[in-house]
């Protein structure tokens, strides 16, 4: 059974950090294309940053750019979002997902992602 589980969002101060972990069972997360989302209340999901199944690129929304990274860890079968220098406007629940397909690409389309997890919370207040 294909799960993702999010983990590592709470309270920060603005300009501070915080490293979000995808962790997945049920299949080989380093096969495929994982993405980040984001869904501030009132708004619809958007796209932060996805990397392909070979790790050899990535994407960032340009309203992150400079500020997060993605990696994997594929013993922990783990994906992780760094935010760094972390706004107000980044406030909002958090959502990994795959497509479970493999490419050298990724977008943050979320049509194109099939399993997601349930979220975790990122709140960016003083």
């Known amino acids: 059974q294909v799960q993702l589980v999010e983990s590592g969002g709470g309270l920060v101060q603005p300009g501070g950090s915080l490293r979000l972990s995808c962790a997945a069972s049920?299949?080989?997360?380093?096969?495929?294309?994982i993405g980040w989302f984001r869904q501030a209340p009132g708004k619809e999901r958007e796209g932060v940053s996805c990397?392909?199944?070979?790790?050899?690129?990535?994407y960032f929304a340009d309203s992150v750019k400079g500020r997060f990274t993605i990696s994997r860890d594929n013993a922990k079968n783990t994906v992780y979002l760094q935010m760094n220098s972390l706004k107000p406007e980044d406030t909002a629940v958090y959502y990994c997902?795959?497509?479970?397909?493999?490419?050298?690409?990724?977008?943050?389309?979320?049509?194109?992602?099939?399993?997601w997890g349930q979220g975790t919370q990122v709140t960016v207040s003083s």
């Open positions: 997902a795959t497509t479970l397909r493999a490419s050298d690409r990724c977008r943050v389309l979320p049509y194109e992602y099939n399993y």
């Open positions: 049920g299949f080989t997360l380093n096969y495929y294309v």
């Open positions: 990397i392909s199944s070979s790790a050899g690129s990535s």
